[in-house]
């Protein structure tokens, strides 16, 4: 398959192991995250979002935390899967920009069966 | 659910030549994009457009131009296409203050 990115950092965790994917972010302006998962020779999909006026946000199997004092983005994953296995990466938006999205470098997660 | 698609998953063109990328989206949205992602760089962008003949340079529009003719299609053209222009190009649409939603992609060659 395609590789994404050559140079990500990766993380490899246990199949049914909780996996936790940082993100930091540099623009303290930003007002709205986005977690994206791309599988290889795919677009990006989008997983989960959350708003600067929450810390925390769930969704199915998924949690994003959100640390504003640190500019620190987490997407926690539960019980991970072998199809969660793929890169993931996060955005921001500053609350001026339009509907312009900064995108991280990403994450490669590998789930060992 | 909105379904963003492209005109090619690959592609394999010649330096020199004039390249066309096809983007459309089903949903009405007003927010259209073209990034280009490259190992270790990540996903840039190029150029966005808020409406019809409407757009806007993101970050690397050297060598690429776009067209906005219509709501649902945004185009992105390699004038002249070089062989650093090699990379994933990816398309995405978005309405109001939400998530992109991104196409497949579009794997170019240039030889």
């Known amino acids: 398959g395609e590789s994404v990115g050559l140079h990500l950092p990766t993380l490899s965790v246990q199949e049914g192991d909780n996996s936790i994917i940082n993100c930091a972010y540099s623009n303290s302006a930003s007002d709205y995250f986005i977690w994206y998962k791309q599988e290889s020779g795919k677009g990006p999909q989008f997983i989960i979002d959350?708003?600067?006026?929450?810390d925390k946000r769930q969704g199915q199997r998924v949690t994003v935390l959100l640390n504003k004092t640190v500019k620190h983005l987490s997407l926690q994953i539960a019980a991970t899967q072998p199809g969660d296995s793929a890169v993931y990466f996060c955005?921001?938006?500053?609350?001026?920009?339009?509907?312009?999205?900064?995108f991280g470098g990403g994450t490669r997660l590998m789930v060992k069966p | 659910d909105v379904k963003v698609t492209q005109s090619s998953r690959y592609l394999v063109k010649r330096t020199g030549e004039k390249v066309f990328l096809e983007c459309v989206q089903d949903m009405d949205h007003e927010n259209m994009f073209w990034y280009r992602q490259d190992p270790g760089l990540g996903l840039r962008l190029i150029y966005f457009?808020?409406?019809?003949?409407?757009?806007e340079k993101g970050d690397i529009p050297e060598g690429y131009s776009v067209s906005r003719e219509k709501k649902e299609r945004f185009s992105l053209i390699l004038e002249s296409a070089s062989t650093n222009q090699t990379s994933m190009y990816l398309c995405a649409s978005t309405v109001g203050y939400n998530e992109q939603f991104f196409g497949p992609g579009t794997r170019l060659t240039v030889l």
């Open positions: 457009s808020y409406d019809v003949k409407m757009k």
């Open positions: 955005a921001e938006k500053g609350h001026n920009a339009g509907n312009m999205l900064t």
């Open positions: 959350i708003r600067s006026n929450m």
